[in-house]
């Protein structure tokens, strides 16, 4: 699958438009514990892959090693087939990657504008200039016009899919080539729910990033998703359209639960 | 009445160092969850910078500037050379590398001025000023330390609030993870704490000089209520640190004002009690908000 045209740039941050993300056998765990074990994922420019699984089967994990949290012992991490295993996060970030952890997006204790300022932090040197800055912003209120009434307000005062909007709205700003989002509906209502599942299409489709979606919500996030795979104690068990995840019935009995 | 102001008024001109102090002690703890104990040893050091400089050119402002660029580059050289490989590892091994730097600047000292108190000059008069005929107990020096401090202080606060310097080094303190995410280069914005924790401490060391004497431990007492102050004021808050300085300054001008002849040996036990009784009713200082640190 190519990378479709015109995905297009906040005005003035100029990265090179959506990027495909290949995780090659990766290995990575903590101390002793290996909660990845050769894992091998690929995900197009511009499309959504849901990463599934129980819990323990290393889907946060995966995220983190593919941000640079977390050290891989072995395997290649490749951003448009260019090697970025063993960054770290800042330089991953600065890279295009965007990584929203689960359940602590929003830092609480800044506004919901500053919040949104931190996106800018992994732009390139070049695009600093004041007018590229009010841009952005002015982008992210105008889709998410909840944010432009509580601009001044600390993000900690939002409720919870406020601040899932607000993660989202950063990860606008930030303008990733790939965003990875760990349980983005952890918590919240049904409602608000499918409204974050619409922004994370939203987000893919007109901005043409590419997404990766751990989530609990195995349903849910087949219904949004380009493809899926399904991860199980450290281990791909499936990988394939998400339509054909979402009607293997004995696989979603197995690993899925639904 | 005459004596309460004039009581107040010293408070608040050696008040305003605490805070200095209590300032530069936050500046780092939001950064790293780390006390650095050479703070008051690094103070104590670019100020024997700033009384080389004055006693060679003879100008005190380029002593005063000398010491401030000084702090910069020690806060700076220090977390580089000395913190940065202790992090990541248990607590308390960085804790005892400041203590060591802390011992290695005063044994430094030591070796090249000597034990002796030497005296270091003020910016301005100290004679008092008066008001009339009243005495007013502070003198124009006072007023200087009073107003650079706070000068000072608000660059900072405004830095932090509008620039994104600010804004990188308050979402470091707040929330390292996603500062990192975000492609902060937290690295980077803590040696930053640091050298702006210098100035402040080689504005404080310039600044209590004149009353205090220079010394090679000249800084301990000073760093000790400066802590006092931070923890009044509570760790994480850089406004809570001023105010937590002033509290402090001024209660222990009352203290050794009002007390008598034993009011000034009684100034560290007034600290105490002051710290014990915030702690009691504010265990995370006075301008804590409610708890929202996560593990």
Redesign the interface.
């Known amino acids: 699958m190519n990378s479709p045209a015109g995905a297009q740039g906040v005005q003035g941050v100029h990265r090179d438009g959506a990027a495909s993300l290949a995780v090659v056998d990766l290995v990575a765990g903590y101390g002793e514990v290996l909660a990845l074990e050769g894992v091998t994922i690929t995900a197009d420019a511009a499309t959504i892959t849901a990463v599934l699984g129980a819990n323990g089967a290393g889907k946060t994990t995966l995220l983190r090693a593919i941000?640079g949290?977390v050290r891989p012992r072995g395997g290649q991490i490749l951003l448009d087939g260019a090697d970025r295993t063993g960054r770290?996060?800042?330089d991953m970030?600065?890279a295009g990657i965007?990584?929203?952890?689960e359940g602590?997006?929003?830092?609480?204790?800044?506004t919901v504008e500053?919040n949104l300022?931190?996106?800018m932090?992994?732009?390139p040197g070049i695009a600093?200039r004041r007018a590229d800055r009010a841009a952005a912003l002015a982008e992210a209120y105008e889709r998410f016009g909840v944010l432009a009434d509580r601009r001044r307000k600390l993000a900690?005062t939002l409720s919870g899919g406020e601040r899932q909007m607000l993660v989202i709205a950063?990860a606008l700003v930030?303008r990733p080539r790939v965003l990875l989002l760990d349980e983005p509906s952890l918590g919240l209502a049904p409602r608000v729910m499918t409204q974050v599942m619409d922004m994370v299409v939203r987000l893919s489709r007109e901005s043409g990033i590419t997404v990766v979606l751990v989530e609990q919500n195995a349903r849910g996030a087949l219904a949004i998703a380009d493809r899926g795979v399904v991860l199980n104690l450290g281990r791909v068990v499936a990988a394939a359209d998400a339509k054909t995840l979402a009607a293997d019935v004995a696989l979603r009995h197995h690993y899925l639960g639904f | 009445m005459v004596e309460f102001l004039q009581f107040t008024l010293s408070g608040i001109s050696f008040g305003m160092i605490y805070a200095a102090v209590a300032l530069s002690l936050v500046l780092i703890w939001r950064g790293t969850r780390l006390l650095n104990f050479a703070q008051g040893g690094m103070a104590m050091f670019t100020t024997y910078v700033a009384y080389e400089v004055i006693r060679h050119t003879g100008s005190y402002w380029a002593g005063f500037a000398v010491a401030l660029a000084a702090g910069v580059v020690l806060g700076a050289v220090a977390e580089l050379a000395v913190i940065r490989p202790a992090l990541g590892k248990p607590e308390l091994n960085a804790v005892i590398i400041t203590i060591g730097l802390l011992i290695f600047l005063e044994g430094l000292a030591g070796i090249l001025y000597g034990g002796q108190y030497r005296s270091f000059p003020a910016a301005f008069a100290i004679i008092g000023l008066r008001a009339g005929s009243t005495p007013l107990g502070v003198s124009r020096f006072d007023v200087f330390v009073a107003a650079a401090v706070l000068a000072t202080t608000l660059l900072l606060a405004i830095g932090f609030r509008y620039t994104s310097a600010g804004l990188r080094m308050r979402a470091a303190a707040f929330n390292t993870t996603i500062a990192r995410l975000s492609g902060i280069r937290v690295a980077r914005v803590i040696t930053m704490g640091w050298a702006l924790a210098g100035l402040l401490g080689a504005l404080a060391g310039v600044l209590v000089s004149p009353s205090t004497f220079l010394y090679p431990n000249s800084m301990d007492s000073i760093f000790v209520f400066g802590f006092t102050a931070a923890v009044i004021g509570g760790l994480d808050s850089p406004a809570g640190s001023v105010v937590g300085g002033l509290l402090l300054g001024v209660a222990l001008s009352y203290a050794g004002g009002y007390l008598g002849s034993q009011g000034s040996d009684l100034t560290a036990l007034v600290a105490l009690g002051i710290l014990v009784v915030v702690l009691m009713f504010r265990p995370d200082g006075i301008f804590s908000g409610p708890r929202v640190r996560r593990v």
């Open positions: 941000s949290m770290g996060p800042e970030a600065r965007a990584h929203v952890p602590q997006g929003v830092i609480a204790e800044l500053e300022r931190i996106g932090m992994s732009w600093w900690g950063r930030a």
